[in-house]
C-alpha cells in the first residue's frame, strides 16, 4: 500500500500544476480527500482501538496492508518508516477534518480572486496547500529526527508559499517573510535537540528519546524541544509572527493554519514529555507558568485589536495557552504520580486541540465570508453584517460561544476538564502547588472572561447594530459552496457538546496508553459528570426552544409594532454615534493600562479654540513582545552593519583574513588550545 | 431538585421584600410584596415593540438569558440532600451557565445599535469578566477545605471542618452577597432606580426590550436573585435536615433576609463612581485569594 501511495500522493500533488484550470480545483479536492480517506482509516481504527491493527491481522494481505499503521517505504536513497500510533492518529484525524474544509470552503472564497490572479498563482496555491496537507501527515508519522525535520521545514515552506498568495501587498510579503525567519529559529531549535539527542543516544530519532532521557539532564532537552516546538505553537514570547500571518494569508488557509499547523507545535511538545522521565514537576510548572501566560496576554492583546483576522489570531494564542494549562496540569500530574491529574489535564488538552481547530476555523471561514462581502476586516467600519448575512453571523456566534467555553458546545468540555483537573489538584500536594494551581484557575476564569468580553466586542459591533460606513457595493450572504463546511464544523462543535463522551473514551484510552497509566476508577465517575453536562445542555436547548415557541404563541395575535431604536428622546441619532470597537474595549484598556500600551494618536481641542475643525483619531495596540523583538533585531542589524566594513570587496584584504585565519589557527594549535 | 423548587417559590416574593424594605426605609408605605409579579404578567399580557435595526439575536436573548438561569437553579443543592443534577464540578457549569445567558443579554443590547445599550453591554461585560475569579478562588477554597466538588458534597462537609468554616463561612457570605448584587447591576455598582440612562448597567441594556420580552428577562433577574439566595442558604443552613423539615422553613427564612438586607443595603448606600467600579470589584478577588490563603496556612502548615 504504501509503495503505491505515497509515490501517487506526491506525483498527484505535481499533477495539480499541469491539470487545467477548469478542473484544478476538483482535481485538488479529489487528491486531498484521497490522501485524506487512506490516512484516516488506519488512523480512525487506531485511535479507536480497533482489534484490526493490533499488529497480528490475520485475513487477507490487502486488508492487512489497508489498515497497516506501520508504513515502510523504500526508495533509492534508503528507507521512510511512517508510524501511525495513538496520538499521531489523533492528530491525523484533527488535520484530516480541518484541511477538507478549509480546501472546501477555498472554492468560494477564492472566486473573487479569478480575475486577478493568474493560472499559475491558483495552480500554486493549491499546490502548496496539498504539500501543507502531506508535510503535516508527515510531521505526525515520521519517528525519525532527520525526516522529521525535512517534513518540519517542507511543512513551513509550503505555509510560506500560502501566505504570500495576495504577494502584491507590500505588508504581506514582508510578513511571509518575517514568517520564514521565525520558523527557521524554531527549527535551529528543533536541530539543536536532535543533535544533543544523537550525541546522548547515538540515535537521532524521537525513539531515541527515553534512553535520552533515562540518563541525561531532562530539563535542557526538554527546554529546547519546548522552545522550538513554541515557536510553531505560538506561545508567548515566541508568538510575534502569529498575529501577522493569520490575517495576511487567505482566510481557508489561516483555518488551517491556525486550526491544524500551530497544533503540530502541541503534538512536538506531547510527543517529548512522553518521554520525559525525571524533573517532571519542574518542567509541569513552566509550561503551566508559560501558559498561563500566554493565555492571559493573548486574549488581553486580542481585545485591543481593530482587525477582526488580526483579533482571532491573537486568540489562537489564548487557545493555546488554554491547552498548555492543560499539558501542564499533565506533566504536574505525572510528577506527582498523580494518575487522576495526568489523565484530566492531558485529556482536557487533547480535546481543547480538536475543539479549537473546529471553532478556529469556523471562525475563520466566516470571517472570511465577511471580507469576501464587505471588503474590510477593520471592526469599527462594519457594523449591522447580521441583517445582510444572517447565516454567516449565526455561524460566527456558534464559534464564539464555542470559544469562550460556554456551555452547551464544545470548548466548555475541555475547559470544565482542565477545570476539574485544577480543582482536583488544589489538594495533590504541597501547600505551594496549591498556590500554584490557583493562579492558573484564576488565569483560566479570567481568560474565560475575557474571551467573553472580546467575543461580544467582535460580534457585537461587526455583526449587530447597523453599518457604520456606508456600504457602496451590493452584499448578500456567502454561497451554500461557503456555507457548507461551516455548517459540518457547526455540528461537529454541537455534537462534541451534548454528547461528549463519544470523543472523551478514545481519548483517555490514548492517554493511559501512552502515559502507562492503569485504568482509573475515575473513569466511572468522569462519564457521570458529563452524562450530567450533557443532560442539562439537552435541558437547556429544550428551554430555550420552549421560551421562543411561548414567546412566539403570545405575541403572535398581537399587533407588534416596529420603530427606531429608543434615543433616549433624541430623536436624530446617527449610526456613527454607536459604540465603536475601540470604545467597547477602552474601558479594558484603561485597567490593563500597565501591560497593555496603545498608542494614540489625537490632537486634543484647547480652551480658545472656539470653532474646532477637522479631527481625527487613532489608536494602534501594541504588542510589547514586538518592539522586544525589533530592538533585537535593529541591534543585530546594527553589528552587522560594523561588521560589514570588513566586506570591502578588494580581493587583497580577503586574503589577508585568509591569512589571519591560518595564522590563528596555527597559533591555537600551538598552545594546544585545540 | 428539592433546592431549585424552593427558590422558585422563594422567587415569588423576594422583589416585593426588596421594594417594601426599600421604601419603608425611605418613610413611605410601599406596594403590596406580589406587586413586581403583578409588573410582569401584565407585561405578559402586553405587545411589543421592536427596534427595526434589531435581529434574531435581539429576539433571542432573554429566552437564552432565562434558560440558562432556569439550568442553573437544576443544580441548586439543598441542604441535607443530593441535587438531582450535581455532579463533580457542578458549579463550574453554573458560572459558566450563568456566563452564557449573559453574553446573549450583552449582545441582545448591542443589536439594537444604541450608544446607551453600548455602553451598558460594555459595562456588564467588564464588571461580569472581573467578577468570575471571585467566584472561582472562593469555590476553590469552599473545595480545598472540604475535600469535594459538588455544591451538594462542598457545602455539607463544608460545616464540619471546625473552626475554620467559622472565619472560611464569614468571608464566602460576605462575597457570595457582594458577587450577587454586581451580578444582578444592584447597588454598589449600579442603581436601578437612577433616572439618567448614563449612569446604569443593567436597566439601559434592557431599554428597548418591551412586553413578553421584557417580562422573561425580569422573570430572569428575580430568579438570579434566589439562585444567590439559595447558595447563602446551603452555606449557613445545617445539614441534619431533609423534606418537610425546619430546614425548608429556615431556607425560606434566609432569603427573606437576603432580600431585607439588599433592600437595606440599597436604602443606606450610595453607587460607587463608575470609574471606581472595577477596583471594588477586583477588591473582592483579592478578599477570596486572602480567604484562601488563610485556608492553606491554617490547614496544610504553610510555614514550617
Known amino acids: 500500500m504504501e509503495q503505491f501511495f505515497i509515490p501517487a500522493a506526491v506525483l498527484g500533488s505535481f499533477l495539480i500544476l499541469v491539470v487545467p484550470g477548469k478542473y484544478r480545483y476538483y482535481y485538488t479536492l479529489t487528491l486531498i480527500l484521497f490522501i485524506s480517506i487512506v490516512t484516516s482509516v488506519p488512523a480512525a481504527l487506531q485511535f479507536i482501538g480497533s482489534p484490526y491493527i493490533a499488529g497480528n491481522v490475520s485475513g487477507n494481505s490487502l486488508s492487512a496492508s489497508l489498515f497497516s499503521t506501520n508504513w515502510i517505504f523504500k526508495g533509492y536513497l534508503g528507507e521512510l518508516r511512517f508510524t501511525i500510533d495513538k496520538l499521531s492518529s489523533f492528530f491525523i484525524l484533527v488535520t484530516n477534518f480541518t484541511v477538507i474544509t478549509g480546501i472546501l470552503y477555498s472554492r468560494g472564497y477564492l472566486k473573487a480572486y479569478a480575475g486577478v490572479k493568474n493560472p499559475a498563482q491558483f495552480a500554486l496555491h493549491n499546490f502548496s496547500y496539498t504539500w501543507l496537507h502531506l508535510s503535516m501527515l508527515a510531521v505526525l508519522t515520521l519517528r525519525d529526527g532527520l525526516s522529521f525535520l525535512i517534513a518540519w521545514e517542507l511543512m513551513a515552506v509550503s505555509s510560506f508559499m500560502l501566505i504570500l498568495f495576495e504577494a502584491e501587498k507590500r505588508s504581506t510579503l514582508k510578513t511571509a517573510v518575517n514568517y520564514l525567519v521565525q520558523m527557521h529559529i524554531g527549527f535551529v531549535f528543533l536541530l539543536i535537540a536532535f543533535l544533543l539527542t544523537e550525541a546522548g543516544t547515538g540515535q537521532m530519532s524521537f525513539d531515541a528519546l527515553p534512553a535520552y532521557f533515562a540518563n541525561h539532564n531532562n530539563i535542557v532537552l526538554f527546554l529546547i524541544f519546548f522552545a522550538g516546538f513554541a515557536v510553531k505553537a505560538g506561545f508567548i514570547p515566541f508568538h510575534t509572527w502569529l498575529p501577522e500571518a493569520h490575517p495576511a494569508a487567505p482566510s481557508h488557509v489561516s483555518g488551517v493554519m491556525s486550526g491544524v499547523m500551530i497544533k503540530m507545535g502541541i503534538y512536538g511538545i506531547v510527543r517529548v514529555l512522553i518521554s520525559v522521565q525525571s524533573d517532571l514537576f519542574l518542567i509541569g510548572w513552566i509550561i503551566l507558568v508559560v501558559s498561563a501566560f500566554s493565555g492571559l496576554f493573548g486574549v488581553m492583546l486580542a481585545i485591543a485589536q481593530h482587525d477582526l483576522k488580526k483579533l482571532l489570531a491573537y486568540h489562537s494564542i489564548e487557545n493555546i495557552g488554554i491547552i498548555g494549562i492543560g499539558l501542564g496540569l499533565g506533566t504536574i500530574g505525572l510528577g506527582l504520580q498523580n494518575p487522576l491529574l495526568t489523565l484530566l489535564g492531558f485529556s482536557g488538552a487533547l480535546l481543547h486541540v480538536l475543539n479549537h481547530s473546529l471553532f478556529k476555523s469556523l471562525l475563520f471561514f466566516s470571517t472570511g465570508s465577511v471580507y469576501k462581502a464587505f471588503h474590510t476586516l477593520n471592526i469599527d467600519q462594519l457594523g449591522g453584517v447580521i441583517h445582510k448575512m444572517p447565516k454567516t453571523a449565526a455561524l460566527f456566534l456558534i464559534g464564539a460561544v464555542a470559544i469562550c467555553g460556554l456551555p452547551p458546545l464544545n470548548g466548555f468540555i475541555s475547559e470544565v476538564l482542565i477545570y476539574i483537573g485544577l480543582f482536583k489538584g488544589l489538594s495533590a500536594g504541597s501547600a505551594y502547588l496549591s498556590i500554584t494551581l490557583l493562579l492558573a484557575l484564576v488565569s483560566l476564569t479570567l481568560i474565560g472572561g475575557l474571551a467573553i468580553f472580546c467575543f461580544s466586542k467582535a460580534f457585537g459591533i461587526v455583526f449587530l447594530g447597523s453599518p457604520r460606513t456606508e456600504i457602496k457595493h451590493p452584499v448578500s450572504e456567502a454561497e451554500f459552496g461557503m456555507l457548507f463546511p461551516q455548517y459540518l464544523i457547526a455540528g461537529l462543535i454541537v455534537v462534541i457538546g451534548l454528547l461528549p463522551m463519544i470523543f472523551l473514551n478514545p481519548l483517555i484510552n490514548l492517554i493511559s496508553t501512552e502515559f502507562h497509566l492503569e485504568p482509573l476508577p475515575i473513569m466511572g465517575s468522569l462519564s457521570g459528570v458529563f452524562t450530567k453536562i450533557s443532560l442539562i445542555s439537552i435541558i437547556l436547548i429544550i428551554m430555550i426552544s420552549v421560551l421562543m415557541f411561548v414567546r412566539h404563541f403570545l405575541l403572535k395575535s398581537r399587533t407588534v409594532e416596529y420603530g427606531p431604536t429608543w434615543g433616549c428622546g433624541s430623536m436624530n441619532t446617527s449610526a456613527r454615534q454607536q459604540y465603536t470597537g475601540t470604545s467597547y474595549a477602552d474601558n479594558f484598556l484603561e485597567i490593563a493600562q500597565p501591560v497593555l500600551r496603545s498608542k494614540v494618536e489625537y490632537r486634543p481641542i484647547h480652551d480658545d479654540e472656539i470653532f474646532p475643525s477637522h479631527r481625527s483619531f487613532s489608536i494602534h495596540p501594541f504588542d510589547i513582545f514586538r518592539s522586544i523583538l525589533n530592538k533585537l533585531t535593529d541591534f543585530t542589524m546594527l553589528v552587522l552593519k560594523k561588521l560589514a566594513r570588513l566586506q570591502t570587496g578588494n580581493i587583497r584584504h580577503y586574503i589577508l583574513y585568509a591569512f589571519i585565519f591560518i595564522l590563528l589557527i596555527f597559533a591555537l594549535l600551538y598552545l594546544k588550545i585545540i | ?304
Open chain 2, 1 to 304: 431538585m428539592t433546592g431549585a423548587l424552593l427558590a422558585i417559590v422563594s422567587a415569588i416574593f423576594f422583589p416585593g421584600i426588596i421594594l417594601r424594605v426599600k421604601s419603608i426605609a425611605s418613610g413611605r408605605k410601599g406596594p403590596g410584596i406580589l406587586q413586581p409579579w403583578n409588573n410582569i404578567f401584565l407585561l405578559f399580557r402586553k405587545s411589543s415593540v421592536f427596534s427595526t435595526t434589531t435581529s434574531y439575536i435581539f429576539r433571542l436573548a432573554p429566552a437564552v438569558y432565562l434558560a440558562t438561569i432556569c439550568c442553573a437553579l437544576m443544580l441548586l443543592p439543598f441542604p441535607g440532600m443530593p441535587s438531582i443534577m450535581g455532579f463533580e464540578g457542578d458549579f463550574i457549569l453554573f458560572a459558566y451557565l450563568l456566563a452564557l445567558g449573559k453574553l446573549l443579554f450583552i449582545l441582545g443590547a448591542l443589536d439594537t445599535g444604541s450608544s446607551f445599550e453600548g455602553m451598558g453591554a460594555n459595562r456588564e461585560a467588564l464588571y461580569s469578566m472581573l467578577t468570575e475569579p471571585a467566584f472561582f478562588i472562593l469555590f476553590g477554597t469552599l473545595a480545598l477545605l472540604s475535600g469535594h466538588l459538588s455544591m451538594h458534597e462542598i457545602f455539607s462537609h463544608f460545616q464540619f471542618a471546625g473552626e475554620f468554616s467559622l472565619i472560611t463561612g464569614a468571608i464566602a457570605i460576605y462575597l457570595l452577597v457582594q458577587i450577587a448584587m454586581i451580578e444582578n447591576s444592584r447597588m454598589p455598582v449600579d442603581d436601578p432606580k437612577t433616572h439618567l440612562e448614563l449612569t446604569m448597567v443593567h436597566e439601559v441594556m434592557i431599554l428597548d426590550y418591551s412586553g413578553v420580552d421584557l417580562a422573561l428577562i425580569q422573570t430572569g433577574t428575580n430568579l438570579k436573585f434566589v439562585l444567590y439566595g439559595g447558595l447563602l442558604a446551603n452555606l449557613i443552613l445545617p445539614v441534619n435536615g431533609g423534606w418537610l423539615s425546619a430546614n425548608v422553613m429556615l431556607f425560606f427564612l434566609v432569603q427573606a433576609a437576603f432580600a431585607a438586607a439588599i433592600g437595606l443595603m440599597e436604602s443606606f448606600r450610595a453607587r460607587k463612581k463608575l470609574a471606581k467600579n472595577p477596583q471594588f470589584i477586583v477588591t473582592l478577588s483579592s478578599i477570596a485569594l486572602i480567604g484562601f490563603i488563610l485556608v492553606l496556612l491554617l490547614t496544610r502548615n504553610l510555614i514550617r
